[in-house]
């Protein structure tokens, strides 16, 4: 187990780590994207099932999961040579230490609980226990591919239902098989084989 913020001055450095300026943007917009994440479910489920849920995002296990990433991407870095390894690995990397850490965490109060087992469907129930893997693969795909759909995509009447069964096998992965960074990459590259989106530029190679 790594220890809170070990070495995390060696990451704010320029020559020996990735700068405090990349450190910060990393931090920040994974902290926009949660914060957004939890709004948007908090509407959903309130305007779904008129459901109010409580949601904790604990900061420090977020910010231990990202120095975590960052001191695993620290030493791919000195392995290989290269300045900052590609998106695919980077997204890998934070999906595999976001589950462990699991710094969200959304419940329902105890007096809503009959409630909430006779209106909320079986999926909705699985992403609330789950919602970091929920999360996670909205992040990884924003990760790794545009708003930009290809020609494969907006030619095929199905993609939409097609997709909906895609994410949702994504999400199971996340919540059951993803047991290291390596899996993690592997099976995301899978994805890069016969892309929907247009992918992003560095993730096959740094930028």
Request: overall charge negative; glycine content about 2%.
């Amino acid at each position: 187990m790594h220890v809170q913020y070990e070495k995390y001055s060696d990451m704010l450095s320029e020559e020996k780590g990735f700068g405090r300026k990349i450190v910060d943007e990393i931090i920040d917009n994974i902290t926009e994207q949660v914060t957004l994440y939890c709004q948007q479910q908090g509407e959903y489920y309130k305007g779904k099932y008129d459901l109010e849920i409580e949601i904790n995002y604990d900061v420090l296990r977020a910010n231990q999961a990202i120095i975590d990433t960052l001191e695993d991407l620290m030493r791919l870095k000195e392995f290989h040579p290269v300045e900052y390894p590609n998106r695919l690995k980077c997204a890998a990397y934070l999906a595999y230490w976001w589950l462990q850490r699991q710094p969200l965490t959304f419940y329902v109060p105890e007096e809503e609980h009959k409630i909430f087992f006779e209106k909320v469907s079986k999926q909705d129930i699985a992403r609330i226990i789950h919602t970091n893997a929920f999360w996670l693969v909205a992040y990884v795909f924003g990760e790794l591919f545009t708003a930009t759909e290809l020609s494969c995509a907006t030619a095929n009447p199905q993609f939409e239902k097609q997709w909906n069964v895609e994410f949702d096998y994504i999400f199971y992965y996340f919540c059951y098989r993803a047991n290291s960074p390596k899996s993690i990459e592997a099976f995301l590259s899978t994805t890069l084989l016969h892309p929907t989106w247009q992918v992003k530029e560095g993730v096959y190679f740094e930028e």
